[in-house]
């Protein structure tokens, strides 16, 4: 995982590199997700910033459970997603050297909310880890947290990263998320399930980061049967907040600035576990 608690959201806007080389896509249904239990969903989402003269296609988008349904979530090992123009599949150690060049090189470090790793070592002992983070959390029934590649199907090509995050922060300062009697002291610390996404700069404004978050927040709330997920930029980040308005989240601003990260945060609600 590339990220601290709290930095969730950043679609990063960085100097164009063309050079990420084409990953290996496993066999896939191109019809279908690619998760248990005959979930299936096709189709994309709409652009992730609007351009001038560019249609921007809206969907209706609804997160609801059946109540007669007894939903149950299932926490195991996160599947490969499949989108229309996407996959959101687990890193492997053969990614090395795209994960190094879009981490390390193509995006700056504040749109990642990390340090930057220096050398291809460093990289190598995040990507070991991280590839094994996957079974060990389905082991201890941990939610799938964690990084996953965003892989261009036409091309075969890793374009980006984007999954779960385990988020700790002063949520309660959020006028959405604050308590019913408000404290005297300084509110305390929450956790939060969040969503985070960074695509490559030479594939920004084509709608990816909305068609791969669309894609996590369908699984969260349809697999995991998640409450609400959250996603967090800071106030000038257009381009994140575009994201975040496109996945149908309410967007709360912090009224303090600080933390950076917390300034401006997008809040979803399972329509079925918010009535």
């Known amino acids: 995982m590339n990220w601290p608690f709290g930095q969730i959201c950043n679609a990063g806007c960085c100097t164009p590199n063309h050079s990420l ?11 279908r997700m690619l998760l248990p239990g005959g979930y299936a969903r096709t189709g994309s989402s709409p652009h992730q910033v609007r351009g001038a003269g ?17 939903a149950t979530a299932v926490v195991s090992e996160m599947p490969t997603l499949a989108t229309k123009r996407l996959l959101l599949r687990p890193f492997e150690m053969e ?29 190598a002992e995040w ?13 201890l029934h941990q939610p799938p947290y964690g990084d996953r590649a965003v892989v261009l199907r036409s091309a075969a090509l890793l374009i980006g990263a984007c999954g779960f995050v385990p988020c700790l922060n002063r949520f309660e300062q959020l006028p959405s998320l ?19 996404y960074a695509i490559s700069p030479a594939h920004q404004r084509q ?35 575009g994201v975040m ?31």
């Open 178 to 196: 604050a308590p019913a009697r408000a404290s005297d002291g300084e509110s305390g610390y929450t956790t939060e399930f969040g969503l985070f």
């Open 54 to 70: 560019e249609a921007v296609r809206r969907r209706d988008v609804r997160h609801r459970i059946d109540p007669g349904s007894k």
């Open 95 to 123: 990614d090395l050297p795209d994960v190094h060049r879009l981490l390390d090189i193509e995006l700056r470090p504040p749109n990642l909310g990390s340090e930057k790793m220096d050398t291809l070592e460093e990289r």
């Open 245 to 275: 308005r496109k996945l149908g989240m309410k967007i709360d601003r912090n009224p303090h600035s600080q933390p950076a990260w917390l300034q401006a945060v997008g809040i979803l609600e399972n329509e079925y576990h918010a009535a």
């Open 21 to 31: 080389q084409p990953t290996r896509l496993p066999r896939v249904n191109p019809l």
């Open 207 to 241: 709608g990816y980061a909305t068609e791969a978050a669309q894609a996590l927040v369908d699984y969260a709330f349809q697999h995991l049967v998640l409450k609400r997920i959250l996603a967090t930029t800071e106030y000038d980040n257009a381009a994140s907040l």
């Open 127 to 139: 990507l070991k880890w991280t590839v094994l983070s996957y079974s060990q959390l389905a082991k």
